[in-house]
């Protein structure tokens, strides 16, 4: 069974704070694509590429913002996410890519990054982008741009490829794009690869001491269909919009297509569901003091009491006294 392809939330909120910064109506744009704003509030939860790339369709036709994932990708990651610290803290550009080739599931499950080297040249090559024509040119621009701003971290900020290869077909928007004036490019390629100049890969990266040392719960990627989709309803409980059909719907598959491949996998959608919601319980209910009615309405859960027996049929306590045995277990 094919894996489910997963990138981090923040992808769409860097695409939707651009579109803002544009002037443009970015969450009725979400809307149109059937996103609904509120699933942005957790930058480290998993979402469907198949969903960014249907939001990135409507955006690009209602507004003709061709340049979107240029724009997007370019801004700074100093603090991006524990991801781009890892590669910033690197003390050479070659070992910054290197960890980016290494750690881009925790961020892109499908971005296949690799460091490769043709002739003179070294290149940073990603694989095929599976999605429509549009999507294709903003999520593989959006890709080009990040790497560029990691690069010039150690070649310096006006640093650009001599040479770069694009999956998209020629296209005259991008083409004449600031960030890539002067830039060689070979458009309908099998993927993205972007050349850097050997002597660049010695070069230290910029001091990054002062970047705050950041973790996530979201650290470990989904390696299977299962895990995947539990990530995708976990996004969708945080948006309060943890329906079946809105699950199928994010994952670009027919609701019975869901249902018989979560059977072929001796599941089903209220278990994972219900595994969501409880695990997302005792993170709440152990992390601080806020109401057990709120955090029931905010899981979904209609009354508080089909909450208390959901939690209690699970964890064998009840939430009150779940949270008193974590309050006893604390130092």
Known sequence: MAEVSLLRVRYAKRLVRTLSERGYDANGLLRAAELDPAMLEIEDAWMPVSQLSRFIDVAVAETGYKTLGLDAG???RRQHSTFSGRVLYSPTLYQALLQVCDSIALEDISAKFR????????????GAVDASREAVRQIETYRFAGIVEIIRCAAGPEWLPATL?????ADPDIASADL???????FGASGLSIAIEPALFSRRMLDVSNLPDRTSRFDTPPIDFPEGVRE????????????FGSTAAALGIAPRTLQRQLAESDLSYSQLLEFVRIETAKHRLAKNGEPISAIANDLGYKQSTHFSRAFRRV???????FRKYQSYRSP
């Open 165 to 169: 290869r694009l999956q998209s077909d």
């Open 74 to 76: 370019i801004k700074p």
């Open 115 to 126: 460091l490769t080297r043709e002739g003179h040249d070294g290149w940073m090559r990603c």
């Open 180 to 186: 890539l004036q002067g830039v060689d490019i070979d």
């Open 232 to 243: 995708v309803v976990r996004t969708q409980v945080m948006a309060r919009r943890s329906t």
């Open 315 to 321: 964890c064998g306590l009840s939430p009150s006294e």
